[in-house]
């Protein structure tokens, strides 16, 4: 009772000081002194907010999201996949396999990898689990993979056998999720400008907050609600330049920064954004979709609106999603703009090494790592949702009617871009090859059947050049590349120049289509 007695009069002279102090600073400042003890207090409930919610993130959300998610399966053959990746990195003249293998340990030198490390990093590549708890067919397919390795990389018949404890190589899927706590307030003003952005200009613009199931989207309607509408011959499979466009945006707090580009890039056609709350910086949602759950849903809204087939464009996320919506409906994709992709070159340490391992050495790198990389919804959608081989989007793989574009920035800080350029590059190559060889083919047919001089010979000609072959290789579009010199990665964004180009480029490419050079 004494102690209480005595610290009950200790708590009353703090308020009595606190009381006295308030009413002084108001004095001086000429502040009515209720006005000052009416923000005194609301600062002091604020206070008692913000110390709840640290502790709500640091005793309750955070240690659930530690929860390992079960692994997604491969879409594919992953024997194949990894020999792809291992052939890639031949394929590419600026680079080699003891960088790759450097960037994928976190920049340890190459000498002080051993062969266990290789494996491990296998182990979790292919199956996201420790070595040790692989099973007997998955043990023998991760030996067909490093004989493989060793056979196309010489340099791996020179690392040293067992394994240096030194060495850790990304498993971001089984690692701890780590954050940065980021307060009250910042979450809040960063739903307020969201809701501004969202109620004032999307609204004001025409656009309409719709949702499908659970799926939510923002949608404009102009120009044709017929995607195949505006016919200028080109063949039905490809882009005719005047199909609606759907945006899908990277990791951000949500469509302000995207307004300029999607309003000028679909200038006289119906709009989608289509959101993701997942990668939306402080959203504070931990469900991830599937891509063919994603896929479905987008499917969905593009049914709702009756339109067949857009033109989709994705920045550095986004061009994850657009690579599951081009997997699971090709057929409803006519050109695909990609913007800083991530997408490509996942089988490449720089997106995982960058993002979430490289310690932050320039003002950029910084901001990436406090404000996206170390947010809680950010680091656990990367650490606990993110199945590189099924976001891995193989530019060769794209069904050649789809025209594309990929804008790359020089100083990109996530990305590989001298990497990327030349893969696009070869990618772009190919294209050209099948058009001409489409051409070529497209000449023959047409001169037989020029000559045919009756309906048998017409029918013999028809059959002779094989007319199902010589459609489907007919529809070959072409991929362009730009370059942003000296550009971070999202700047592009913020350059109404760049913006313009970027926006001529692909309508050309659009409108282009599948004809001749």
Known sequence: MMLFLVGGQSIGQVLSWADSSV??????????????????????IWLLLEIGFFMIIH?????????????????????????????????????????????????????????????SFLAWAMYTKHLPDLDAKELEDLEVVNEYAQKEHP??????????????????????IPIIHRPLLMYVLIRLKESFT?????????????????????????????????NTGVSGTGSNGSEPMLFLHGISTGWGSYINMALGMG????????????????????????????????????DRHHVDRVSVVGHS????????????????????????????LLSFPEVAFSFLYRKPSTVMEWVIHIFAAREITISHTLRRNFWWYNNDLWLETIPAHIGVVVGLATGDEIINPKALEEYVGNCRTSRIRQRESASTEGARTDAL???????????????????????????????????????????ILCDSQSLDVLMATVRSNEKLGTRSL
Request: hydrophobic fraction near 40%.
């Open 23 to 44: 009413s002084e600073v108001a004095s001086t400042l000429s502040i009515p002194d209720i006005i000052l003890k009416g923000v005194m207090m609301l600062a002091g």
């Open 59 to 119: 005793f309750f959300v955070l240690p659930n999201a530690q929860t390992l998610s079960k692994p997604q399966p491969y879409h594919g053959d992953m024997l194949q996949m990894m020999k792809r990746a291992a052939d890639l990195v031949k394929q590419l003249h600026c680079y080699s396999f003891d960088k790759y293998l450097s960037g994928f340990c976190c920049g340890a030198n190459f000498e002080d990898i051993h062969l266990e490390n290789w494996r």
């Open 155 to 176: 340099i791996m018949r020179t690392m040293k056998p067992g394994f240096n404890p030194a060495v850790k190589h990304c498993r971001m899927t089984m690692d701890p």
């Open 198 to 230: 969202n109620n004032f200009f999307l609204t004001s613009m025409g656009f309409q907050f719709l949702e499908v199931d659970g799926q939510t989207y923002w949608y404009k309607a102009q120009g044709s609600k017929d995607s195949n509408a505006a």
């Open 267 to 302: 200038q006289g056609r119906s709009i989608f954004l289509v959101d993701m709350d997942s990668v939306k910086l402080n959203s504070l949602v931990f469900k991830m979709p599937t891509p063919q759950q994603f896929s479905d849903k987008v499917s969905k809204i593009l």
């Open 317 to 344: 996320f986004g061009s994850i999603t657009a690579g599951w919506f081009i997997r699971h409906f090709p057929e409803r994709v006519s050109h695909l703009t990609l913007i800083d992709p991530v997408s490509m």
């Open 449 to 491: 059947l020029a000559k045919a001089d009756s309906f048998s010979e017409l029918d013999s000609a028809q059959h002779t050049t094989s007319p199902t072959k010589t459609s489907a290789t007919s529809e070959v579009a072409m991929i362009e590349c730009l370059i942003w010199e000296q550009f971070s990665h999202g700047q």
